[in-house]
């Protein structure tokens, strides 16, 4: 009796921690294995707020004092620390165990974000180094797991914001948020799990969908190649097969399989298609087996129009900054993520600039089954492009986003660069030159607006301007001017260059200003304007609902705030028809915000997600094409 009631309790703890474990999702949809631990939940930590925790050893630590929910960073009210200060590094630990059936196999430890600078080590050996706060890693940990034993992790995140040559987004480079900035995230804010593999398993593919041609395009990398092995890409509609190809496992050959009868990828018909991928050997055993999706799309510009399976699309996106009340920047569930995207898609847009920050893969997932444009977004700021450490800093960190996610069908546009517009004048045209071509290098099929609303290069395929006027007629005008046929267009504010730099010369004390030719929009290219409105209605923020500290003339918002809600819909309907005026010249826009963030009241919806104004009306305005315009 004992022993059955011991044995009943402990099946009630597992029933319970599995029903307890945070984000208990496959963090990686497009790209799934069956065999897989996710390794979320209670985990050990130490705060290293002095850096000293390397001397101390904290790499052989087998437990912490203090305890942290992950993914959640520590600054979250989700991770049960809720430590709001800058944090400059912080030592995470659990132990780690791989299964049984998992003997033979190759293990693969995966981290889907931790911000910024990562070591990773097992039982105090040094196992890994990743730089980038907003990109997955993975750590080949067979060797230290094969023995099916229990053994400790450990993980020490630094970050250094005000070193600017790391993005910090629209963190906080201060102990408090203001403005138009907020709450920090450090170390680890997404999913960390293990999944078995094999030595001759993909490590990722690119899918590029030809609808022109009617063929789909997969090019694999692999983590080690046999030719021969074979990898099998099955593409199905349910259990129906509609295209296949078995090609011998080769590294880097483009794998062309032609794929004639479709429904095209849209906002109006999200059709997914599911991809298998499977690697065999000689003898016909399965190596590796993976769950994908796709869809048929193409994106591309011509002349001044921005067009989705070669029809002019006009976009009317919102600003998404992807914070949270209780996460920051990690979501609570699953979810959450899902319901941000439907909470837009409620009031008429029907897509959203996801700005400064590098959304959750998850987020993708479910715009591309939902319908849902977006434009992936570096988080930027905080950045000295100048700098050479932050240049590299940004290279290797830009091309792991695109590869991540340039085969979701539901991202339309990349954005590296948000209101750059104080750098040199040197390197920085350079810099931003070199990231649009590494850009299409990673991914040719999607356009590139280099810097939204800063200081355009020459180098561009959309140029995206801000506009936060609130007259209407002023909105208008300032951003055509029919007089003179001229844009809204940011000025290059080059700063000094000293003789040291490139360009200079390199005698005497004096300083100079190289030459640089002012890019300016041609009218040749999409223009858009992606940040506008940005609306705090007084009515509409209670006092109860704004954020602690906060007044209703101290919380952020652009512009002299509307009085009341009907005020708000006014100035609203009358700012969005003034740009749906201009269709002729601007091919879309993007209103600031979905969501309040904290201090930030402008937003559509509360903070918490709740509703702040009628979603009938807020349709009937964002809803709008240009041609409904035209009607009336």
Same mark, same amino acid.
């Given at each position: 009796?004992?022993?059955?009631?011991?044995?009943?309790?402990?099946?009630?703890?597992?029933?319970?921690?599995?029903?307890? @474990?945070?984000?208990?999702?496959?963090?990686?949809?497009?790209?799934?294995?069956?065999?897989?631990?996710?390794?979320?939940?209670?985990?050990?930590?130490?705060?290293?707020?002095?850096?000293?925790?390397?001397?101390?050893?904290?790499?052989?630590? %087998?437990?912490?004092?203090?305890?942290?929910?992950?993914?959640?960073?520590?600054?979250?009210?989700?991770? $049960?620390?809720?430590?709001?200060?800058?944090?400059?590094?912080?030592?995470?630990?659990?132990?780690?165990?791989?299964?049984?059936?998992?003997?033979?196999?190759?293990?693969?430890?995966?981290? $889907?974000?931790?911000?910024?600078?990562?070591?990773?080590?097992?039982?105090?050996?040094?196992?890994?180094?990743?730089?980038?706060?907003?990109?997955?890693?993975?750590?080949?940990?067979?060797?230290?797991?094969?023995? $099916?034993?229990?053994?400790?992790?450990?993980?020490?995140?630094?970050?250094?914001?005000?070193?600017?040559?790391?993005?910090?987004?629209?963190?906080?480079?201060?102990?408090?948020?203001?403005? #138009?900035?907020?709450?920090?995230?450090?170390?680890?804010?997404?999913?960390?799990?293990?999944?078995?593999?094999?030595?001759?398993?993909?490590? /990722?593919?690119?899918?590029?969908?030809?609808?022109?041609?009617?063929?789909?395009?997969?090019?694999?990398?692999?983590?080690?190649?046999?030719?021969?092995?074979?990898?099998?890409?099955?593409?199905?509609?349910?259990?129906?097969?509609?295209?296949?190809?078995?090609?011998?496992?080769?590294?880097?050959?483009?794998?062309?399989?032609?794929?004639?009868?479709? @429904?095209?990828?849209?906002?109006?018909?999200?059709?997914?298609?599911?991809?298998?991928?499977?690697?065999?050997?000689?003898?016909?055993?399965?190596?590796?087996?993976?769950?994908?999706?796709?869809?048929?799309?193409?994106?591309?510009?011509?002349?001044?129009?921005?067009?989705?399976?070669?029809?002019?699309?006009?976009?009317?996106?919102?600003?998404?900054?992807?914070?949270?009340?209780?996460?920051?920047?990690?979501?609570?569930?699953?979810?959450?993520?899902?319901?941000?995207?439907?909470?837009?898609?409620?009031?008429?847009? %029907?897509?959203?600039?996801?700005?400064? !920050?590098?959304?959750?893969?998850?987020?993708?997932?479910?715009?591309?089954?939902?319908?849902?444009?977006?434009?992936?977004?570096?988080?930027?700021?905080?950045?000295?492009?100048?700098?050479?450490?932050?240049?590299?800093?940004?290279?290797?960190?830009?091309?792991?986003?695109?590869?991540?996610?340039? %085969?979701?069908?539901?991202?339309?546009?990349?954005?590296?660069?948000?209101?750059?517009? /104080?750098?040199?004048?040197?390197?920085?045209?350079?810099?931003?030159?070199?990231?649009?071509?590494?850009?299409?290098?990673?991914?040719?099929?999607?356009?590139?607006?280099?810097?939204?609303?800063?200081?355009?290069?020459?180098?561009?395929?959309? #140029?995206?301007?801000? %506009?936060?006027?609130?007259?209407?007629?002023?909105?208008?005008?300032?951003?055509?001017?029919?007089?003179?046929?001229?844009?809204?267009?940011?000025?290059?504010?080059?700063?000094?260059?000293?003789?040291?730099?490139?360009?200079?010369?390199?005698?005497?004390?004096?300083?100079?200003?190289?030459?640089?030719?002012?890019?300016?929009?041609?009218?040749?290219?999409?223009?858009?304007?992606?940040?506008?409105?940005?609306?705090? #209605?007084?009515?509409?923020?209670?006092?109860?609902?704004?954020?602690?500290?906060?007044?209703?003339?101290?919380?952020?918002?652009?512009?002299?705030?509307?009085?009341?809600?009907?005020?708000?819909? !006014?100035?609203?309907?009358?700012?969005?028809?003034?740009?749906?005026?201009?269709?002729?010249?601007?091919?879309? /826009?993007?209103?600031?915000?979905?969501?309040?963030?904290?201090?930030?009241?402008?937003?559509?919806?509360?903070?918490?997600?709740?509703?702040?104004?009628?979603?009938?009306?807020?349709?009937?305005?964002?809803?709008?094409?240009?041609?409904?315009?035209?009607?009336?």
């Amino acid at each position: 009796m004992k022993r059955f009631f011991t044995v009943a309790m402990m099946l009630v703890a597992f029933v319970t921690t599995f029903a307890a @474990q945070p984000r208990a999702e496959y963090p990686r949809p497009q790209f799934e294995r069956s065999e897989w631990v996710n390794l979320n939940g209670e985990w050990t930590y130490e705060l290293d707020l002095v850096n000293t925790g390397f001397d101390r050893k904290l790499f052989n630590s %087998n437990g912490f004092a203090d305890k942290i929910i992950v993914p959640f960073c520590p600054e979250s009210k989700l991770s $049960g620390v809720q430590h709001k200060d800058i944090i400059p590094g912080i030592w995470y630990h659990r132990t780690i165990q791989a299964p049984a059936a998992w003997t033979n196999k190759k293990i693969m430890l995966h981290f $889907g974000a931790v911000y910024y600078e990562a070591e990773v080590y097992v039982d105090g050996n040094f196992v890994g180094r990743h730089f980038g706060g907003s990109s997955p890693f993975a750590l080949d940990v067979t060797k230290y797991l094969a023995d $099916g034993k229990a053994h400790n992790l450990v993980v020490r995140a630094n970050s250094d914001l005000r070193a600017k040559v790391q993005g910090s987004g629209k963190q906080s480079l201060r102990s408090y948020s203001y403005g #138009c900035v907020y709450t920090r995230t450090t170390g680890i804010w997404q999913t960390v799990w293990m999944e078995a593999t094999d030595n001759y398993s993909l490590d /990722y593919v690119q899918v590029m969908t030809d609808i022109d041609n009617h063929q789909v395009i997969i090019t694999p990398r692999y983590y080690r190649t046999a030719a021969s092995n074979t990898l099998t890409i099955n593409i199905k509609d349910g259990s129906k097969i509609l295209a296949k190809k078995q090609v011998a496992q080769v590294e880097g050959l483009p794998i062309v399989i032609p794929f004639k009868k479709y @429904q095209t990828w849209s906002p109006e018909n999200p059709k997914l298609y599911e991809v298998e991928y499977i690697i065999s050997d000689k003898d016909g055993k399965v190596l590796d087996r993976i769950s994908s999706y796709l869809g048929m799309r193409k994106v591309h510009t011509d002349g001044n129009k921005v067009y989705l399976n070669n029809k002019p699309y006009y976009q009317r996106l919102v600003l998404d900054q992807g914070f949270y009340p209780d996460g920051i920047w990690t979501a609570p569930s699953d979810e959450a993520l899902r319901r941000d995207i439907e909470m837009s898609m409620e009031v008429g847009f %029907n897509g959203a600039r996801l700005h400064q !920050k590098v959304f959750e893969e998850r987020f993708l997932y479910w715009a591309d089954k939902l319908g849902y444009l977006v434009w992936g977004e570096y988080a930027s700021w905080g950045m000295d492009v100048s700098s050479p450490v932050s240049a590299r800093n940004f290279l290797s960190e830009w091309q792991d986003i695109l590869v991540r996610d340039r %085969n979701h069908p539901s991202i339309v546009t990349w954005t590296p660069f948000n209101e750059a517009w /104080y750098p040199d004048n040197v390197q920085y045209p350079r810099f931003v030159n070199d990231i649009y071509d590494l850009t299409h290098v990673v991914d040719p099929t999607r356009p590139v607006n280099t810097v939204s609303g800063g200081a355009i290069t020459n180098e561009y395929d959309i #140029c995206a301007m801000h %506009n936060y006027e609130q007259d209407p007629a002023k909105l208008s005008k300032s951003t055509y001017n029919p007089e003179t046929g001229k844009f809204r267009h940011n000025k290059f504010r080059a700063m000094t260059v000293y003789r040291h730099s490139s360009g200079c010369p390199t005698t005497g004390d004096a300083v100079c200003k190289a030459d640089y030719k002012q890019a300016v929009y041609d009218g040749e290219r999409p223009y858009f304007i992606d940040e506008f409105g940005g609306i705090k #209605c007084l009515e509409a923020n209670s006092t109860k609902d704004l954020a602690k500290g906060a007044t209703k003339t101290s919380s952020w918002g652009y512009g002299k705030s509307a009085v009341t809600k009907e005020d708000f819909y !006014k100035r609203l309907e009358s700012q969005v028809d003034a740009l749906l005026g201009l269709s002729d010249k601007v091919w879309g /826009y993007c209103y600031t915000q979905l969501t309040d963030v904290e201090q930030e009241e402008n937003g559509i919806y509360f903070y918490d997600r709740r509703a702040k104004y009628d979603a009938k009306r807020l349709k009937s305005i964002f809803g709008k094409n240009p041609e409904d315009l035209q009607k009336k």
